[in-house]
Every structure is written in structure tokens, then in C-alpha cells.
């Protein structure tokens, strides 16, 4: 089983990144994906989070509204859209699979996201 995040980097504040999530060895389709960061203070959020055939999304009241959850369950690929990126955003970016967002079974490394302001 892999999950390569990637996509990350530094950006200004105001700014854009889209996080990319790669799955292999196991069903893609039969997982919920969720994004989960790690501020470097090591404070871990559950930013977002997308189920399977239903595509119910959930955001952290954090990121509503800046934030898009995507999966192409063709690609075996999830995405994170980042808009209107604040320096308290800077973390790691973790992609994770599981039955639902409170049970992840598979992590990916991470991928660091800096904010400058």
C-alpha cells in the first residue's frame, strides 16, 4: 500500500497550491480520503475529507471556503485545492485512507507546505 502526497511548496500568502494524493495496493474507490496537516508546533487538524461513491465532503472550519476536496477514482488520485493560502496554513500535509474520516488505515509521507506572509 502507498499514498505519495506531492505538490507541496513555498508560496506567498494569497496564494495557490494544489496537493496531489497517489494511491496503490489497495481498492482507491472503497476509501474515504482525508487530508490531515501537522503545524510545525506539532498540532495535528483534520482538514478535509471526502467520501466514496456518496463524494460527502468535510472541511475544518479553518479552511472552509478556501479549501476543495477532490478524488478521480480512475486515477487512484486525490487532490487538495488550496486558495487564499495564510501563513498559519504552513504544515505538513498528510494524505490518509480509511473507512471514514475518524479511522485512517493508510498514511502517505507528507508533503510540506510554507506560507510566507
Known amino acids: 500500500v502507498q499514498l505519495v502526497e506531492s505538490g507541496g511548496g513555498l508560496v506567498q500568502a494569497g496564494g495557490s497550491l494544489r496537493l496531489s494524493c497517489a494511491a496503490s495496493?489497495?481498492?482507491?474507490?472503497?476509501?474515504?480520503i482525508g487530508w490531515v496537516r501537522q503545524t510545525p508546533g506539532g498540532e495535528r487538524e483534520a482538514v478535509s475529507c471526502i467520501g466514496t461513491s456518496d463524494g460527502i465532503t468535510y472541511y475544518a472550519d479553518s479552511v472552509k471556503g478556501r479549501f476543495t476536496i477532490s478524488r478521480d477514482n480512475a486515477k487512484n488520485t486525490a487532490y487538495l485545492e488550496m486558495n487564499s493560502l495564510k501563513p498559519e496554513d504552513t504544515a505538513v500535509y498528510y494524505c490518509a485512507a480509511g473507512p471514514s474520516r475518524d479511522n485512517y488505515e493508510y498514511w502517505g509521507q507528507g508533503t510540506q507546505v510554507a506560507v510566507s506572509s
Open positions: 495496493g489497495f481498492t482507491f474507490a472503497e476509501y474515504a
